[in-house]
């Protein structure tokens, strides 16, 4: 059966570079942006160029090295911002400019003082002065997580009219829950005229942790693109996280979805976006953490020892991790001694290991982990009383 493709749009070079601390040169933007090149995103959004000369020149280098992504520039509904973008993107082998405007009741009143008539005109004015530089045009309605869903048909439809390629549908304050912001995908494939000439688009933010679950949602309700960051890195509390999105797809919806992506990468440019950006990955993050395939309890241990599958359901090599780890605590049983120790070149035998274990616990009970070179003085100290 074939399998419909969903579209991974990275923007971690955009708003993954809005929190705080996380700055990138341009040198370290161009090595991630190859990175991502490789890793086989669909889209990079490289920037925001009117926000800064850095910006610009960012976004002009990326355009110039990649050499099979889409190459996009964030702008908003305003003709300089998105003459700025398509000045920046003029190297780019596939250029997108990525314009829109906020359609939330919250922000039409309180961002722009404004009408939704006046909303609707800027927004297909955008969209058409964007066309003028570009062929494949984005875009993003704001705030489309609190907007009332009629409204924002009316004015995706007018951005399809307008010469939209893809419609963004942003969950930008993270306040949909996952069987709400799928209806809303839902309608809009059902309610605007000529949907099918655009590609409906997620971009999830994870206030509530739920960026990840409405970003499934929304490809099951129609969505053929997904917009993400490595890590999940973003503002406030981050995005949908690349990593998590893609795994979901090929482990658990593979035989309805699929994406280019290389996934034996993930692991290492998760820990060089971590790196470059200075934004440690907390150890518990699904599929890129350091304890994502690591094993402490004693239960799970003997488990993973005898079948990997017991305890682990992705196999860690598929995403760049060379095995899954036993870590030696004191919630640790017997197999795990005896498997570390065999690792170390000790290799214990019942009556050998029980005396070992005795003095095993004792250890683990004074310190947090027990490390290889603990192991290796502790079984050397009793080498000659267990003859090993």
């Known amino acids: 059966m074939a399998t419909d493709k969903i579209d991974i749009f990275d923007t971690t070079l955009r708003d993954g570079e809005q929190v705080p601390g996380c700055k990138l040169d341009q040198h370290q933007k161009m090595v991630i942006a190859e990175r991502l090149d490789n890793l086989g995103v669909d889209i990079i959004e490289a920037g925001f160029p009117i926000s800064s000369p850095g910006d610009f020149k960012s976004v002009q280098a990326i355009s110039k ?41 919250m922000h039409i009143k309180y961002k722009f003082n404004s009408t939704k008539d006046d909303i609707i005109q800027r927004a297909s004015a955008a969209v058409k002065y964007a066309k003028s530089f570009v062929e494949d045009v984005e875009f993003y309605a704001e705030d489309a997580g609190r907007t009332e869903n009629a409204f924002l048909a009316k004015v995706c439809e007018v951005a399809i009219k307008a010469g939209a390629t893809v419609l963004n549908i942003p969950d930008t304050t993270g306040y949909c829950l996952p069987h709400e912001y799928g209806e809303k995908i839902q309608y809009l494939k059902e309610h605007v005229t000529g949907i099918h000439k655009a590609k409906l688009s997620t971009h999830c933010h994870n206030d509530l942790g739920l960026a990840t679950a409405n970003s ?19 503002e406030r509390a981050g995005n949908t996280a690349l990593e998590e999105v893609v795994m979901i797809l090929q482990h658990r919806m593979g035989q309805y979805y699929h994406t280019e992506i290389k996934t034996p990468q993930l692991n290492n440019i998760s820990r060089a976006v971590s790196d470059m950006m200075c934004m440690p990955v907390q150890p518990n993050k699904a599929i890129v953490g350091d304890n994502a395939f690591a094993h402490s ?3 799970h241990q003997d488990g993973v020892i005898k079948n990997r599958a017991n305890y682990e359901i992705i196999d860690p090599r598929s995403v760049g991790v060379d095995h899954s780890s036993i870590v030696l605590t004191a919630r640790s049983g017997r197999a795990a001694l005896a498997y570390r120790a065999k690792e170390i070149g000790f290799n214990l035998f019942k009556n050998e290991l029980d005396i070992a274990y005795e003095k095993f616990i004792e250890l683990a009970d004074q310190i947090k982990e027990v490390k290889e070179k603990d192991l290796k003085l502790m079984l050397s100290s009793l080498f000659t009383q267990v003859g090993v």
């Open 65 to 105: 090295i990649v050499q099979n992504a889409i190459v996009c520039g964030l702008s908003r509904s305003v003709e300089k911002d998105i003459k700025c973008a398509a000045e920046a993107l003029k190297y780019a082998k596939r250029p997108r400019i990525h314009t829109g405007i906020g359609t939330s009741d």
């Open 297 to 299: 309890s004693g239960i």
């Open 216 to 234: 499934i949602a929304g490809v099951t309700a129609g969505a053929r693109q997904i917009e993400c960051t490595i890590n999940g890195i973003g």
